[in-house]
């Protein structure tokens, strides 16, 4: 890789069940895969948790927006359909049927993923198989299993859900996003540059991966 | 984990899609009417 073609660094603030941040990382993805340079990009999943006081038990997304904020079953589901019709447009699975809960311990398990150089590869499988109404993530066997299937060592993985392990990098990560600036998810900071709330689309992602790409070199040439 | 080099440029315009970090509620684009706030679930 030539100076030119330094690393960049992407960060994107995200929960696991927030359907934006699932469509917004595939976007996101897309964008990177369409340019020569790819290999360059790396993405970095930050944790934010959007309901830090969902419960632990699993229930239904319908069960869980009535329980935090009211309403009907039907209005939910209206909206998700919404969601759903835009995500199967896109080649995206996406599932009514999918559990909710609280996802503190995966955002641990994320952090020691990340520490492994797996992070995304374990954030990916998990949030594309939820979506897909394929596993229940909150559910530590199924999880550790997830895990595995990414390259990571299940034991390990087993005594991070055991303990409180990587609760302060986890609350941290909410602490540095609130702090930049972020008001909901996803929130993505290209090179801590430029943020791009909310799932945008492939093209705005592009846009400003161009936009990335020329200061970068706009730096290569000012300081030599 | 990389240092802010100076203030973050924001983009412009509305994304299609956002899950508000107080209430965990996510907008939802109306069919027709583009980006506007309605519910979706928590999380």
């Known amino acids: 890789m030539s100076v030119q073609e330094a690393p960049v660094v992407i960060e994107m603030w995200t929960d696991l069940g927030c359907p934006w941040c699932y469509v917004g990382k595939h976007r996101l993805q897309a964008a990177i895969d369409r340019r020569t340079d790819a290999g360059r990009f790396v993405v970095r999943l930050r944790s934010f948790e959007l309901n830090p006081d969902a419960p632990r038990e699993p229930e239904t997304i319908e069960s869980a927006f009535i329980r935090s904020h009211g309403g009907d079953a039907s209005v939910v589901l209206d909206a998700e359909r919404r969601i759903q019709a835009l995500a199967r447009g896109e080649g995206l699975a996406f599932s009514l049927d999918r559990l909710n809960a609280n996802t503190f311990d995966f955002h641990r398990v994320l952090h020691h993923a990340d520490e492994q150089g797996l992070g995304t590869e374990f954030f990916s499988a998990v949030q594309d198989q939820l979506f897909a109404g394929a596993i229940n993530p909150f559910d530590p066997v199924e999880l550790v299993q997830v895990a595995e299937s990414v390259g990571l060592d299940g034991e390990r993985v087993r005594r991070v859900l055991a303990s409180d392990e990587y609760a302060e990098e986890t609350h941290a990560d909410r602490r540095e996003g609130l702090a930049l600036g972020l008001t909901g998810v996803p929130f993505v900071v290209f090179d801590r540059q430029v943020a791009a709330p909310g799932a945008q689309s492939v093209e705005v992602y592009g846009q400003i991966l161009d936009q990335i790409v020329g200061q970068h070199a706009q730096r290569v040439v000012a300081h030599g | ?43």
């Open chain 2, 1 to 43: 984990m990389a240092d802010p080099v100076g203030p973050l440029v924001f983009v412009a315009g509305d994304a299609d899609g956002i899950c508000d970090s107080k209430t965990g509620v996510c907008a939802v684009p109306e069919p027709d009417t583009g980006p506007d706030a309605v519910v979706s679930e928590p999380q």
